[in-house]
């Protein structure tokens, strides 16, 4: 069993976060033949998981007795990050890889349609340019990339979790009486 606090509601909290975000990945990739659905729910679904992270911070916290350092806090909150992301890159790979194949194909299908049936004028440069991002999605596969986008990803959490940790810090207050 795991004595420090900070790492063992780290691990509790991170696969909490990154169960909860395979299903939140499950849902986007169900809506990838529609484009727009697939980038809002991209974004609701990590603003989500940073709620969490702040429900976690206050979670920690509360069981500190209210009072808790930077540092004791940032810790609990880097290692939920290390594990959801973990779950995010395994999640994606094999989903992409072995659950649905075909998803990205139909994603860019689906896109062309609605660039075709468009009244709204949509450039040619536009249009090739989401298609390309569309087909650059079959790099997630490659163990490099899925690595790569891993540690971008934890950076990126990572400084969102610090920020997080400093707004939810508290310090004890100090003692008047051993000052005196």
């Given at each position: 069993m795991v004595k420090n606090k900070n790492?063992?509601?780290?691990?509790?909290?991170?696969?909490?976060?990154?169960?909860?975000?395979?299903?939140?990945?499950?849902?986007?990739?169900?809506?990838?033949?529609?484009?727009?659905?697939?980038?809002?729910?991209?974004?609701?679904?990590?603003?989500?998981?940073?709620?969490?992270?702040?429900?976690?911070?206050?979670?920690?916290?509360?069981?500190?007795?209210g009072f808790i350092e930077l540092k004791e806090l940032f810790q609990t909150l880097f290692i939920s990050v290390l594990l959801f992301e973990l779950f995010y890159a395994l999640f994606d790979f094999l989903y992409l890889k072995w659950i649905d194949p075909g998803v990205i194909d139909?994603?860019?299908?689906?896109?062309?349609?609605?660039?075709?049936?468009?009244?709204?004028p949509i450039s040619d440069e536009q249009k090739k340019s989401t298609l390309q991002a569309i087909d650059?999605?079959?790099?997630?596969?490659?163990?490099?990339?899925?690595?790569?986008?891993?540690?971008?990803?934890?950076?990126?959490?990572?400084v969102l979790a610090f920020f997080i940790a400093l707004i939810m810090r508290k310090r004890k207050p100090a003692d008047t009486e051993t000052s005196k």
């Open positions: 790492v063992s509601a780290g691990l509790t909290w991170g696969v909490i976060l990154g169960l909860i975000y395979c299903l939140f990945l499950y849902l986007r990739w169900s809506a990838a033949t529609n484009i727009a659905a697939y980038a809002l729910l991209a974004v609701i679904n990590y603003l989500l998981i940073l709620g969490l992270l702040f429900v976690e911070a206050a979670y920690r916290k509360k069981s500190a007795g139909r994603m860019r299908k689906a896109t062309q349609v609605m660039f075709d049936k468009s009244t709204v650059s999605l079959r790099q997630s596969t490659q163990v490099g990339n899925v690595i790569q986008s891993y540690f971008t990803y934890v950076a990126v959490s990572g």
